[in-house]
């Protein structure tokens, strides 16, 4: 039962990372990313901590932090600061469909990471689906074209954003802390970290009221709701399921920008979508089997 909600808990937090394509799309689109960013995570942080005060929980939130205040310190600046700067630096340097390709290098590396850090043992057939699932990816991003990375500055920061974003998810898979406490933590220091970086890349608080509306969906589902799925699929469930799941993010995105913006769908998507669509399911029927 565990690991079965451990898998819906990452179908949900993939199905909500999806809709930020069509969010930004939508309503941010002429914003200046660096400032997206830093709303996106103010309005994230303001939600969980409006949850955890509801719920009454906010001495959890303290005694958690004093409990491993130097982890959720750099856990924070890795998945939710640092992460975010690198990812949208190098979107300047390199065309976004090579970015979005390096970038979904994450779920491979966090099973190399898990096992080089942690000793977890991943099978063979678990990594093979897993490289199956990401020439999928390849496939839907790149169009069907050859797109072959050059060793650059964007390059090096895109794999970097990947990385980061891999060992954040691996170090809260392996570390024990309430959930809901945790995220607030993580999106707090998240926030504090970008914060310290507007003198390098300043800020404009002139933004309209439609970007603002976007602003606050894509803070609160895609951002703060979707971690905590995220978070608790980790918890619940294996390292190698998770990372065959997040491979269906931008597929499930390219298909709501289709349905919701009308935009044209391209004859490759079929080929990645039996990629990427069978290679989860025969992870979660091997995963099921064991």
Same mark, same amino acid.
């Given at each position: ?33 660096? %400032?997206?960013?830093?709303? @996106?995570? !103010?309005?994230?942080?303001? &939600?969980? *901590? #409006? /949850?955890?005060? $509801? ?66 043992? %991943?099978?063979?057939?678990? @990594?093979? !689906?897993?490289?199956?699932? &990401?020439? *999928? #990816? /390849?496939?839907? $991003? ?78 609160? &589902? ?69």
């Amino acid at each position: 039962m565990n690991k079965q909600r451990g898998i819906l808990y990452a179908f949900l937090a993939v199905i909500l990372y999806a809709t930020i394509g069509f969010g930004f799309k939508i309503a941010v689109t002429n914003v200046n990313p660096f %400032i997206a960013t830093v709303y @996106i995570g !103010l309005f994230a942080t303001l &939600f969980l *901590g #409006v /949850y955890l005060t $509801i719920k009454g929980k906010l001495k959890d939130v303290i005694k958690e932090f004093k409990k491993n205040k130097l982890f959720f310190i750099i856990a924070g600046f890795i998945g939710l600061g640092l992460q975010q700067i690198l990812y949208l630096k190098s979107f300047s340097l390199l065309p976004a469909s090579n970015v979005v390709i390096l970038f979904y290098l994450y779920p491979i590396f966090m099973i190399f990471i898990s096992g080089l850090f942690f000793k977890h043992k %991943i099978s063979i057939k678990s @990594i093979l !689906l897993l490289f199956i699932g &990401f020439i *999928g #990816v /390849y496939i839907l $991003i790149s169009k069907g074209s050859l797109i072959i990375p050059i060793l650059s500055l964007g390059t090096i920061l895109a794999i970097l954003a990947s990385l980061s974003w891999a060992f954040f998810s691996v170090l809260i898979k392996y570390k024990k802390f309430e959930v809901e406490s945790g995220m607030f933590l993580f999106n707090l220091f998240g926030l504090i970290s970008l914060l310290l970086m507007i003198p390098w890349f300043g800020f404009d608080f002139k933004i309209s009221t439609t970007a603002i509306i976007g602003l606050v969906y894509l803070g609160i &589902f895609p951002t703060a709701i979707a971690f905590l799925f995220w978070n608790k699929a980790l918890k619940s469930t294996n390292l190698s399921t998770c990372s065959n799941i997040a491979l269906l993010t931008p597929l499930l995105s390219i298909l709501l920008i289709s349905i919701i913006l009308g935009e044209k769908l391209v004859p490759t998507l079929i080929v990645s979508l039996v990629l990427i669509v069978g290679s989860v399911y025969l992870n979660l029927r091997f995963e099921k089997n064991k």
